[in-house]
């Protein structure tokens, strides 16, 4: 058993917690919202981000962070991308050398070009910070439905430590010490999931979905190994198998964002509709700055930023995408 906190109030926020809590763990929500806040203790669930999954009696909700974070071991951070760095900064001079960090959001900053465990070591040195990722939805993952991730920390004892917290009979948790290549796989995924999603937007078949994730997996390969992420990484859960479910899942808000951008939406309107964040659109801009930084080349990469940010028609997109030279696949 371990005392927890889970910070954001979103769906993946509690999604978590009741995972955890389910394990054994004591458990603390925190939410800076007050509102926020105040309807999760009213309702115990969050109906708009996920429906249907109802929080505990026994799991403590507060926007007093002091109040989550102290004496805990492991602290969760399940906000968005978009939010790490602020939740982050506001566990500096809480948090001690001795509790965990665990990472659940997938983003580079576009500013810096760091992961969020990068983002989080930036604004909190003294924690141990970590990362869980893999094919895992919160819609799933609230409904005990069964699914694999890894944990993935620079000292190996605390990806174990990770791992015997969150498993459970419906969520096995591997481990790894390739944190940057976990980060990259999860972070890259959502950008070619927009185009998955754009794709199907525009009414192309299996085909061509297949074609783009097996080629984005290589684009997402090539750019993490460059960066020294270990090439074993990408083909496993927080690489081709969190790209294989971002790509075809109703679940997936990076998917469905690019459906509608393929039936004419733009990005803004997109993310408007999704009403979630669509994590993909502010990792695009990253991924493309990467790969020109190590001379990486990504056309799918490429290509959503000129749709997201150009304008650029995506059925032009796609056609130069298919007409590039032609070479040797694993080159």
């Not at 004892?157 to 096995?172: M, N, P, T, W, Y």
């Not at 959502?190 to 097996?214: P, Q, R, S």
């Not at 001379?295 to 995408?321: C, G, S, T, W, Y």
């Amino acid at each position: 058993m371990a005392k927890t906190c889970v910070l954001g109030g979103g769906g993946w926020a509690i999604a978590l917690a009741v995972l955890l809590y389910d394990n054994g763990n004591e458990v603390t929500i925190w939410s800076k919202l007050e509102n926020e806040v105040k309807l999760l203790k009213e309702e115990r669930e969050n109906a708009r981000c996920l429906p249907g999954v109802k929080i505990p009696q026994g799991i403590h909700i507060t926007n007093d962070l002091r109040e989550a974070v102290i004496d805990t071991e492991i602290i969760v951070m399940a906000v968005t991308s978009q939010w790490v760095r602020a939740t982050a900064a506001l566990l500096r001079d809480l948090v001690t050398e001795k509790q965990i960090i665990v990472d659940m959001a997938k983003g580079i900053e576009e500013s810096t070009l760091l992961t969020m465990t990068g983002v989080i070591k930036d604004e909190v040195p003294q924690a141990k910070v970590a990362i869980i990722s893999g094919p895992s939805h919160a819609e799933e993952v609230g409904k005990h439905l069964p699914t694999t991730c890894v944990a993935g920390a620079e000292n190996e004892e605390v990806a174990e430590r990770l791992a015997q917290v969150f498993s459970s009979d419906v969520f096995r948790v591997y481990t790894s010490t390739d944190t940057l290549g976990i980060e990259l796989g999860g972070s890259l995924k959502n950008v070619i999931a927009l185009a998955a999603g754009i794709a199907d937007g525009l009414g192309y078949g299996d085909n061509t979905k297949a074609a783009l994730i097996t080629r984005g997996i290589a684009e997402i390969t090539r750019l993490g190994v460059a960066m020294g992420g270990n090439i074993n990484t990408f083909h496993g859960l927080s690489g081709i198998g969190d790209l294989i479910v971002t790509c075809a899942s109703v679940h997936s808000r990076n998917r469905r964002a690019g459906v509608l951008i393929g039936q004419g939406m733009t990005a803004d309107d997109a993310m408007k509709e999704v009403n979630m964040v669509v994590e993909g659109v502010y990792s695009a801009k990253a991924a493309w700055l990467l790969a020109q930084k190590y001379q990486v080349e990504m056309p799918i990469v490429e290509q959503v930023n000129k749709v997201l940010f150009e304008q650029k028609d995506p059925r032009e997109a796609v056609h130069e995408l298919m007409m590039r030279d032609r070479k040797g696949e694993m080159i």
